[in-house]
């Protein structure tokens, strides 16, 4: 029999699925790498599990330790999923500019959600920040940082990119992927390259954010915005991504994205969100990069439902001059 033995034990080891026109029109073996199949529902679950197995084997984090995070999406539901199954009280501390479904369900999933003023970074009272000085006065708790704190990167390391190596027999020529906190880009990269120097990484970039001309010019200077996207994009370079490997970037609209995503929903049957809809768009431009006959591995982060209100609702698209035909 082959059973997975708990939550933890069901994170990972997602399929990597072939998207069959993108690949048709461009030559190439386009993958994706199906994390929207993790039991939480997103990437972030691999970060999520990481982060607290490093708090737990360092000894910070002891029974019923309490794990905080300053987070607006997955890797507060990924967290949660995992504290309720290991019995640590979680709090998440959350910008006020975030839709309630986010805020309903983490506190379904019974974390304590503290929605804070949304301030810029360098404000004391910006979110991730709150959470930091919360945890920091725990006797017995955890800040989960998953900006800079590289057992995120770690997470990709040790389990993405040994699956992509190994699912693709070691043939893979080319790793996309959209960053938030660059966990997946940077652990990824990294195990790759290790196994083979030749593989080709590039960052897929939502406009709004700074990565793009980071990579470009080696200065993070932010584009044009803002994108509807979630989770990605980002003014600064985290300790997850500082050093990551990556050869190029690939700058990606929102029309783009909206497009593909809808595409590979009426045609293909996928229902994807929106930094999977960044990372394949980008995957397709890898692809005609490189010319046919590559195999190009990229991300299938979350699924469309948590989108409803948003991506997968033409008259929010109309209003901000986007269509999906
Ligand atoms: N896609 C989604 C839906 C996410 O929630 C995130 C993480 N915020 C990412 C992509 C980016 O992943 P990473 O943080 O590893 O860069």
Redesign the pocket.
Same mark, same amino acid.
């Given at each position: 029999m082959q059973v997975r033995a708990d939550f933890a034990a069901a994170v990972g080891n997602t399929p990597l699925i072939r998207m069959n026109r993108l690949s048709e029109e461009t030559g190439c073996e386009i993958l994706g790498k199906a994390e929207f199949m993790n039991p939480g529902g =997103?990437?972030?679950d691999r +970060?999520a599990l990481w982060i607290i197995r490093e708090h737990e084997k360092s000894g910070a984090l002891a029974c019923g330790g309490t794990v905080v995070e300053g987070t607006a *999406?997955? $890797?507060g539901i990924g967290l949660a999923h995992i504290c309720n199954a290991r019995g640590y009280p979680c709090v998440i501390y959350m910008p006020d500019n975030q839709s309630q479904a986010k805020v309903d369900i983490l506190r379904t999933l019974g974390a304590e959600v503290r929605v804070v003023p949304t301030v810029p970074y360098r404000d004391e009272m910006n979110y991730q920040k709150q959470a930091g000085r919360f945890a920091a006065q725990l006797s017995n708790g955890v800040w989960a940082n998953q900006f800079d704190n590289t057992a995120n990167r770690l997470a990709h390391y040790q389990s993405t990119g040994p699956e992509i190596w190994q699912q693709t027999d070691g043939k893979v020529d080319a790793f996309v992927s +959209?960053?938030? $906190? *660059?966990? $997946?880009?940077a652990g990824v990269s990294r195990f790759l390259k290790e196994r083979n120097a030749n593989v080709y990484t590039a960052l897929a970039d939502c406009m709004g954010s700074a990565l793009y001309s980071y990579v470009t010019t080696g200065e993070a200077v932010m584009s044009e915005g803002p994108s509807i996207t979630?989770?990605?994009g980002n003014s600064r370079v985290t300790d997850n991504l500082d050093g990551a490997p990556v050869d190029s970037a690939v700058q990606v609209t929102d029309q783009q994205m909206v497009t593909i995503v809808y595409r590979l929903l009426r045609e293909e049957g996928w229902f994807f *969100?929106s =930094?999977t809809g960044i990372n394949l768009h980008a995957a397709v431009q890898v692809a005609r990069e490189l010319g046919p006959g590559h195999t190009v591995v990229t991300m299938l982060?979350?699924g469309g439902a948590k989108y409803q209100s948003r991506l997968f609702n033409r008259a929010w698209l109309a209003e901000r001059g986007l269509s999906p035909d």
């Amino acid at each position: 029999m082959q059973v997975r033995a708990d939550f933890a034990a069901a994170v990972g080891n997602t399929p990597l699925i072939r998207m069959n026109r993108l690949s048709e029109e461009t030559g190439c073996e386009i993958l994706g790498k199906a994390e929207f199949m993790n039991p939480g529902g =997103s990437v972030k679950d691999r +970060a999520a599990l990481w982060i607290i197995r490093e708090h737990e084997k360092s000894g910070a984090l002891a029974c019923g330790g309490t794990v905080v995070e300053g987070t607006a *999406g997955n $890797t507060g539901i990924g967290l949660a999923h995992i504290c309720n199954a290991r019995g640590y009280p979680c709090v998440i501390y959350m910008p006020d500019n975030q839709s309630q479904a986010k805020v309903d369900i983490l506190r379904t999933l019974g974390a304590e959600v503290r929605v804070v003023p949304t301030v810029p970074y360098r404000d004391e009272m910006n979110y991730q920040k709150q959470a930091g000085r919360f945890a920091a006065q725990l006797s017995n708790g955890v800040w989960a940082n998953q900006f800079d704190n590289t057992a995120n990167r770690l997470a990709h390391y040790q389990s993405t990119g040994p699956e992509i190596w190994q699912q693709t027999d070691g043939k893979v020529d080319a790793f996309v992927s +959209a960053v938030g $906190t *660059g966990g $997946t880009l940077a652990g990824v990269s990294r195990f790759l390259k290790e196994r083979n120097a030749n593989v080709y990484t590039a960052l897929a970039d939502c406009m709004g954010s700074a990565l793009y001309s980071y990579v470009t010019t080696g200065e993070a200077v932010m584009s044009e915005g803002p994108s509807i996207t979630e989770g990605i994009g980002n003014s600064r370079v985290t300790d997850n991504l500082d050093g990551a490997p990556v050869d190029s970037a690939v700058q990606v609209t929102d029309q783009q994205m909206v497009t593909i995503v809808y595409r590979l929903l009426r045609e293909e049957g996928w229902f994807f *969100g929106s =930094s999977t809809g960044i990372n394949l768009h980008a995957a397709v431009q890898v692809a005609r990069e490189l010319g046919p006959g590559h195999t190009v591995v990229t991300m299938l982060c979350d699924g469309g439902a948590k989108y409803q209100s948003r991506l997968f609702n033409r008259a929010w698209l109309a209003e901000r001059g986007l269509s999906p035909d």
